[in-house]
């Protein structure tokens, strides 16, 4: 058994970024964000439906119409090829994404 809330380090320079199950079907990955966000001018067009839940801190989505801001316990369902991008997530703490790829 493991635990989503542990071996998450205090310095990541980079998102962290783990697949926790799966098959191929769906993805299922635990995503560690500390003020990380997308690169200016880079979005994700993905081929498959990604269900998110934030289990911990604040995330800012940005959509190409919408921007939405997450908070612990928020989740949604990015439709395939939906453009996003991550605008901002909590500086001063660790923001733990739970992805759901199907």
């Not at 071996?7 to 299922?28: Q, W, Y």
């Not at 966000?37 to 800012?60: K, N, P, R, T, V």
């Not at 369902?77 to 997530?89: F, G």
Request: aromatic share 10%; charged share 30%; net charge negative.
């Amino acid at each position: 058994m493991k635990n989503l809330f542990d071996a998450i380090p205090k310095d990541i320079p980079e998102e962290l970024i783990e697949t926790v199950s799966g098959n191929e079907n769906v993805h299922i990955e635990r995503i560690v964000s500390h003020g990380h966000c997308s690169e200016e001018g880079f979005w994700y067009d993905q081929e498959s439906d990604e269900f998110i839940l934030l289990l911990e801190g604040e995330a800012e989505l940005e959509f190409e119409d919408d921007t939405i801001h997450l908070k612990k316990g928020d989740y949604l369902t990015i439709k395939a090829h939906q453009k996003h991008r991550v605008k901002w997530t909590t500086p001063h703490q660790s923001t733990i994404w739970l992805a759901v790829y199907f």
